[in-house]
């Protein structure tokens, strides 16, 4: 026995000897050209089961790694794949130090020169959120471009008509035409209207490498006014290695199928480099009637000079032919019966027909120079050029029309399925029976049926080129200095023109609210318009932009400073080429050129207390134009503009406080941003004019304040907790004045409106946002997550025909707007699940396969509202409203080949 037990210690001893031939590996792992803290990279022991993934600074720790000579694997999305030869020794820890990735791309940094705004020597004194590749890879599916920020600080995104490319976002309340959008440092918002309309980019995902949200005043190499923020749109350079991918996904989204395909040569000789992509997406949308036939292409070409000198060459557009969802009021879905229905189609001789459909190819071509000129000294230069053409298609009618409203967005109890859709047929009837003999004012005599309603297409074309140059200079180790030039010159063509006479013969381009003569009095009284042919109105705008910006970047000890100058020199002018009945005197010919300086001046400061703790603050004043759209009394038909033109005046002010660690990381911001003499236009449906009208609105203010939390909580090496929680108070500030105008027609019918609006909540953009999402990432290249998000204190937009007269308040006594507060939506929520794995087929084969459900819980509430004026007769009118996606699915293939 005492043999037995001996042998039994020497065992256990000699077990628990090897058992203690095991240490440790760290290490840090960053972006070898920007510094940039790596988070979710993959570390694995080769021949092994043993892994693990970066933390939120980048850091790993591989625990019970068997001691003597080991290959570490390290992988990331985006980057070469790492091999490194380690040497563990027993129970001790083997510190790698800082461990650089490469990119697995070609001229990365001639274009993150212009666009990146994540400064690794520096932390910027504002707050910024990236969306990676990674995060790209795994979380987009079947989602628009913009929906990926859904769950950063003080960014809603609204998905509207639900159709694709119809999202929108907002950062801290400001739309699209307040925030700086860039796609490679490259601003992209329309010249005369500051919008972005995300449909022209359809496919952007699939070529994006990484996003980057600045919200507030931020430090962005550009002479931009912007006032909610930047989105910072990086595409995928030219890759290192060549390979070949071919991917189909399957959705019932804004689309059914997608189908990519993507080539790289690598690197050649003669220092050349080419990547190609291509895709396309068709069917169906979630919402019916919204199918989509659209395309998307990107073309990235490097060619190197030596050391100091390299060019890349980046071209992409998204032909696209989308079928549009519509809104209609809360009462005409009820009694539907189907939150996916959309009013704006019918059947015509038994075929499909949506009234709404967007034609729009907008591609954009940039040339970057990226000139290293010395130690510490370069110039990147880039020239673009953007040639779009498209439009929109809608139903126009004459007074006479029987169906007022051929698209019945007013479903009321009682109505028959066949009157929830557009009545072709029926309009296709009248328009034939409407036989007439008439006479032009040349003696021309014309017979045969005159349309009462046509299809007509409002065409948005242009023609746009840009410089943009910027010079670094790193004086020292601590002073940075930029400069640089901006310069854009732009040109847009607005016409419409017959698509479809609906059985008529002709149509006769006449105001329908009046017995006018002819839109244009160019042409004889009564001339015939056949499809093809242009009608309503006519005209070209030109814009130019000449900037210059001085941005300094300075570190004083624990403290790091920035400060930034710009000077705009901004013109606009209109050239009519109808002549309209309305504005004898203003509708033909060029208008004055209109010139605006503005300047901008921002600065912050960060203060690192510790390595953990930071507090940042800033400031910024700047003065902006009015754009194009908004300074005319009715850009379509007129060069009148309304009184005298002011720049507009923000003025911003934020701060915050961050705290960084291994396990954990959290920022906490405050804001408040005050915005006056404003102009913008409100279009809607008027219920005191029974048709669509446009107010121009001028002399607004708003006021935008709020409190942003974000923070990550590394539970594991593998698992991750993501959170974030926004809560905003913002309002208008003080009554605006307003012109209203009839859509389309062309009347002025009211030329001084004052509109009561002072102290009512912002529309448009949940006030209050919420998001959470718990992330697990395992070393055998699996994944899967799950996301959370809530939305309250989302109010409706306001119609400013309900605000043309004030209320008295009777606790007061006195008028107020109080009891005529926008609508408040109920809260809501939303939750999505994701996942997928990859696969090694054989050498330089791999399978990639993802699964997204999106709003697992078919939560299908509204998510956009605008207010109905209210009358004697409907003093509650049910408001127009679009309902966010049902439960949505995705799943895709990849197959890569390198």
């Given at each position: 026995m005492r043999k037995i037990f001996t042998l039994l210690f020497w065992v256990i001893t000699a077990s628990g000897g090897l058992l203690a031939q095991t240490g440790r590996i760290s290490g840090q792992i960053s972006d070898e050209e920007t510094g940039e803290k790596l988070i979710g990279v993959t570390v694995q022991l080769a021949k092994t089961n043993l892994g693990t993934v970066s933390d939120v600074q980048g850091n790993f720790i591989l625990e019970k790694v068997p001691a003597g000579p080991q290959i570490l694997l390290i992988s990331y999305v985006g980057y070469t794949p790492s091999e490194i030869p380690v040497n563990v020794s027993p129970e001790k820890t083997l510190s790698l130090g800082a461990i650089r990735l490469q990119a697995t791309s070609i001229g990365l940094r001639e274009i993150e020169v212009f666009a990146n705004i994540v400064d690794e020597k520096r932390q910027p004194p504002t707050p910024v959120a990236t969306i990676t590749a990674q995060e790209i890879e795994e979380k987009m599916g079947a989602q628009e471009f913009p929906e990926l920020l859904k769950s950063t600080p003080g960014v809603f995104v609204n998905t509207v008509g639900g159709s694709f490319g119809d999202a929108q976002v907002r950062i801290r309340g400001f739309g699209s035409e307040n925030t700086a959008v860039l796609i490679n440092g490259?601003?992209?918002?329309?010249?005369?209207?500051?919008?972005?309309?995300?449909?022209?980019?359809?496919?952007?995902?699939?070529?994006?490498?990484?996003?980057?949200?600045?919200?507030?005043?931020?430090?962005?190499?550009?002479?931009?006014?912007?006032?909610?923020?930047?989105?910072?749109?990086?595409?995928?350079?030219?890759?290192?290695?060549?390979?070949?991918?071919?991917?189909?996904?399957?959705s019932n989204r804004s689309w059914q199928n997608r189908v990519m395909l993507s080539a790289s040569t690598g690197l050649m000789k003669g220092d050349w480099a080419i990547t190609m992509l291509g895709s396309t997406r068709q069917g169906e949308g979630f919402r019916e009637g919204t199918d989509t036939d659209s395309w998307a292409y990107f073309l990235s070409a490097y060619k190197g000079f030596g050391e100091k000198h390299q060019l890349v060459f980046t071209a992409f557009g998204a032909p696209q032919t989308t079928n549009r969802g519509g809104n209609a009021t809360e009462t005409a879905f009820e009694v539907v019966g189907d939150k996916r229905w959309n009013p704006n189609w019918g059947t015509l001789n038994g075929q499909f027909l949506n009234a709404n459909v967007n034609r729009y190819h907008k591609p954009k071509f940039m040339l970057n120079h990226y000139w290293d000129i010395k130690d510490h000294i370069t110039l990147s230069t880039s020239a673009y050029y953007s040639l779009g053409r498209g439009g929109g298609t809608s139903i126009n009618r004459t007074a006479s029309a029987e169906i007022a409203q051929p698209i019945n967005r007013f479903v009321i109890p009682g109505d028959t399925p066949e009157e929830f859709q557009v009545p072709w047929d029926q309009m296709v009837a009248e328009n034939q029976a409407n036989q007439v003999a008439l006479f032009?004012?040349?003696?021309?005599?014309?017979?045969?049926?005159?349309?009462?309603?046509?299809?007509?297409?409002?065409?948005?074309?242009?023609?746009?080129?840009?410089?943009?140059?910027?010079?670094?200079?790193?004086?020292?180790?601590?002073?940075?200095?930029?400069?640089?030039?901006?310069?854009?010159?732009?040109?847009?063509?607005?016409?419409?023109?017959?698509?479809?006479?609906?059985?008529?013969?002709?149509?006769?381009?006449?105001?329908?609210?009046?017995?006018?003569?002819?839109?244009?009095?160019?042409?004889?009284?009564?001339?015939?318009?056949?499809?093809?042919?242009?009608?309503?109105?006519?005209?070209?705008?030109?814009?130019?932009?000449?900037?210059?910006?001085?941005?300094?970047?300075?570190?004083?000890?624990?403290?790091?400073?920035?400060?930034?100058?710009?000077?705009?020199?901004?013109?606009?002018?209109?050239?009519?080429?109808?002549?309209?009945?309305?504005?004898?005197?203003?509708?033909?010919?060029?208008?004055?050129?209109?010139?605006?300086?503005?300047?901008?001046?921002?600065?912050?400061?960060?203060?690192?207390?510790?390595?953990?703790?930071?507090?940042?603050?800033?400031?910024?004043?700047?003065?902006?134009?009015?754009?194009?759209?908004?300074?005319?009394?009715?850009?379509?038909?007129?060069?009148?503009?309304?009184?005298?033109?002011?720049?507009?005046?923000?003025?911003?002010?934020?701060?915050?406080?961050?705290?960084?660690?291994?396990?954990?990381?959290?920022?906490?911001n405050v804001y408040r941003t005050s915005w006056q003499n404003r102009a913008y236009t409100v279009g809607f449906f008027s219920d005191t004019y029974d048709d669509f009208v446009n107010f121009r609105m001028f002399n607004v203010g708003a006021i935008h304040q709020g409190l942003e939390l974000d923070w990550n909580i590394q539970l594991s090496p593998t698992l991750s907790l993501q959170g974030m929680a926004s809560i905003g108070d913002w309002r208008w500030d003080g009554n605006a004045n307003a012109i209203v105008l009839a859509d389309p027609g062309l009347q002025v019918l009211n030329e001084n409106q004052e509109v009561f609006i002072d102290e009512v909540k912002v529309g448009g953009s949940a006030q209050t946002v919420g998001a959470l999402q718990l992330r697990y990432r395992h070393p055998k290249f699996w994944f899967m997550g799950i996301g959370g998000n809530f939305y309250d204190h989302l109010y409706a937009d306001y119609n400013p025909e309900t605000y043309t007269q004030l209320l008295v308040d009777p606790r007061t006594g006195q008028e107020s707007n109080f009891l005529n507060q926008v609508e408040r939506l109920p809260n809501a929520f939303t939750f999505d699940l994701w996942g997928g794995k990859s696969w090694k087929l054989g050498?330089?084969?791999?399978?990639?396969?993802?699964?997204?459900?999106?709003?697992?819980?078919?939560?299908?509430?509204?998510?956009?509202?605008?207010?109905?004026?209210?009358?004697?007769?409907?003093?509650?009118?049910?408001?127009?409203?679009?309902y966010y996606f049902g439960r949505t699915y995705f799943i895709s293939a990849s197959l890569s080949f390198r």
């Open positions: 490259i601003p992209v918002n329309d010249m005369e209207n500051g919008r972005v309309f995300w449909s022209n980019w359809g496919g952007m995902n699939d070529v994006t490498r990484n996003q980057q949200v600045q919200r507030g005043l931020g430090v962005t190499k550009l002479a931009v006014s912007a006032v909610g923020g930047s989105i910072n749109i990086i595409t995928k350079p030219t890759e290192q290695r060549k390979g070949v991918q071919l991917s189909y996904a399957y032009t004012s040349n003696g021309q005599f014309i017979t045969g049926a005159q349309s009462k309603y046509i299809l007509q297409e409002s065409r948005n074309d242009h023609n746009w080129a840009g410089m943009l140059s910027t010079l670094n200079v790193e004086v020292n180790e601590n002073f940075d200095l930029t400069a640089g030039l901006d310069y854009r010159w732009f040109r847009g063509f607005h016409y419409q023109e017959v698509v479809n006479l609906l059985g008529g013969d002709f149509w006769i381009d006449r105001e329908r609210f009046n017995d006018q003569p002819n839109n244009n009095l160019l042409e004889p009284i009564n001339t015939p318009k056949r499809e093809g042919e242009r009608i309503g109105y006519d005209y070209s705008g030109t814009v130019s932009w000449a900037g210059a910006f001085l941005q300094g970047e300075y570190t004083l000890g624990n403290v790091d400073l920035f400060a930034t100058a710009t000077a705009v020199r901004t013109a606009f002018q209109r050239n009519g080429k109808f002549w309209h009945q309305e504005f004898l005197d203003s509708s033909l010919g060029k208008s004055e050129k209109f010139q605006f300086t503005n300047v901008t001046f921002k600065a912050g400061a960060n203060y690192r207390i510790t390595g953990r703790h930071n507090v940042f603050v800033n400031a910024g004043f700047f003065t902006r134009a009015p754009f194009f759209q908004d300074a005319f009394v009715d850009n379509r038909i007129s060069n009148s503009v309304r009184g005298d033109l002011e720049n507009e005046e923000i003025f911003s002010v934020e701060g915050g406080y961050g705290y960084r660690s291994a396990r954990f990381a959290a920022n906490v050498q330089g084969t791999f399978l990639r396969l993802n699964a997204n459900i999106n709003n697992i819980f078919d939560n299908q509430f509204v998510i956009d509202t605008f207010q109905r004026t209210r009358t004697l007769d409907n003093p509650e009118p049910s408001p127009f409203v679009q």
